[in-house]
């Protein structure tokens, strides 16, 4: 096992004893938990690695069953995740999505006899209100001066002030769910009447608990760029960053969407600019983590706006000012679709430098090449849709391509039933792949996704278009 533990009869004293010992097994049991194309993309990139001897997915798709095993365990099913970690001698847990990390699975993990010297690869529950919590995550940024928009927050006793405060900013207005709601939680309103509404509509119950507070923030004006740490509470590396586009339609119209394609790299985002970020958000982040006392071993998301004039021309993006729209205690999808390719290093190596605290002595380097992404999504999707489609055209028996290949099709919403991969989700297939540029990777990309085929199937056809 890669940690040793005493075990404390108080359970909550693991933490103080909890000290990682030299090494690792040569060939590591990794159990990785969630079943979207971030996590197809997260066991593509475990299962190159030499480290990795045994990869299950909890619960997994129709593609990470390709690279890995997987096991019918929900994501916050946590006793039986626990009971199949020791029964299987699992080395490492490695989790995807936000919504056990939120519920505390690292601390569960940690509190049990049976699981406490198995590393969890991701924040503390403390840690993980970073995402959960709009309002903590804008109050943190503030104690450790990380520029940020402007923000109030209220709750459904405090509706008056609310809008008072609405009439204190300029259109378009943004409100913010506090809590989780899978992506949906965030409106951009272009009149102060709709605001005012769509304020009291939230504070109502429009999505549920998650709206009982809402973070009401000033709009900045700019081009979005997803930058991505990973962390063993006192080091970080930085990873490949990349752009994602959130809107349904062609020419970012409609309602947001959980993603519907990335491009990595992100040309304003040079050396200059990313040093910008480094030294003014991820820095004072990672170190008020730790001021703060909170453990946080895992990734972080930083979702930021490059703030530049109005009017300013493409070469000279890089010269704005980066300011932290959102953090996300995990990897961003489909971002994590692109970036994955982009990581030249091995991955599992990094998530042994978290569990041991020693992540500053890993190396970490990343393909030149351009990387895209392109979400294949149900018709009718983010709203009402239907599942179940059988999907044809997918690339090999092995329903993904090959290493050696430009292009990878990571699985999102599939299911097998009986032979045939179907549609169990919004966000169907992301097709990835390498190039040159990235009109070269999307080339590839749009050829790939006209070869798969199901009912309503539907994609953007202009990402990266704006870069």
């Not at 993309?41 to 045994?54: D, E, F, T, V």
């Not at 953090?327 to 190596?349: A, F, H």
């Amino acid at each position: 096992m890669p940690f040793n533990a005493i075990i404390p009869n108080d359970p909550v004293d693991i933490k103080s004893v909890y000290v990682p010992t030299v090494g690792f097994k040569k060939e590591m049991t990794i159990l990785l938990l969630g079943s979207g194309g971030r996590e197809h993309a997260l066991a593509w990139k475990i299962a190159q690695s030499k480290k990795c001897g045994k990869l299950y997915i909890a619960p997994g798709n129709a593609g990470t069953g390709c690279v890995g095993e997987n096991v019918p365990i929900g994501v916050n099913d946590f006793e039986a995740l626990k009971t199949f970690a020791a029964d299987y001698a699992v080395d490492m847990v490695v989790v995807g999505p936000e919504d056990p990390l939120v519920r505390g699975i690292y601390d569960d993990f940690r509190n049990d006899q049976r699981t406490c010297h198995i590393p969890v690869v991701g924040p503390s529950k403390a840690g993980a209100v970073l995402e959960g919590s709009k309002d903590f995550a804008k109050a943190f940024m503030q104690r450790h001066n990380i520029p940020t928009a402007r923000y109030e927050t209220f709750d459904g006793e405090h509706v008056e002030e609310g809008i008072a405060f609405l009439e204190t900013l300029q259109p378009p207005y943004v409100l913010k769910a506090d809590g989780l709601c899978a992506g949906k939680g965030v409106l951009i309103l272009p009149t102060l009447d709709e605001a005012k509404r769509e304020l009291r509509e939230m504070l109502s119950g429009m999505f549920g608990n998650a709206s009982s507070r809402v973070v009401i923030e000033e709009y900045l004006s700019g081009i979005e760029c997803s930058v991505f740490v990973i962390t063993d509470g006192k080091h970080y590396k930085i990873l490949p960053e990349a752009k994602d586009y959130k809107r349904i339609g062609e020419g970012d119209t409609g309602l947001n969407t959980g993603g519907m394609g990335s491009v990595s790299p992100v040309p304003f985002a040079t050396k200059e600019w990313m040093q910008k970020v480094e030294d003014r958000i991820i820095r004072p982040t990672v170190e008020g983590l730790a001021a703060e006392g909170i453990d946080y071993k895992g990734f972080i998301f930083f979702g930021l706006m490059n703030c530049v004039p109005e009017g300013t021309p493409k070469a000279d993006r890089c010269q704005g000012d980066p300011y932290v729209i959102e953090y996300n205690c995990r990897m961003g999808d489909p971002e994590t679709e692109s970036v994955m390719l982009r990581l030249k290093s091995d991955i599992v190596s990094l998530f042994q430098g978290v569990a041991a605290g020693n992540l500053d002595e890993k190396t970490i380097e990343f393909d030149e090449r351009a990387a895209v992404c392109v979400m294949l999504v149900s018709g009718g999707y983010p709203e009402a849709y239907k599942k179940g489609y059988t999907i044809t055209g997918l690339p090999l028996s092995t329903l993904h391509s090959p290493l050696s290949s430009d292009t990878i099709v990571f699985h999102s919403g599939t299911a097998r039933k009986d032979a045939d991969v179907v549609t169990a989700g919004g966000r169907v297939i992301a097709v990835s792949s390498y190039g040159k540029d990235k009109e070269e990777a999307l080339a590839k990309s749009f050829a790939e996704a006209q070869k798969i085929q199901f009912t309503d199937r539907y994609f953007r056809r202009d990402i990266g278009a704006d870069l």
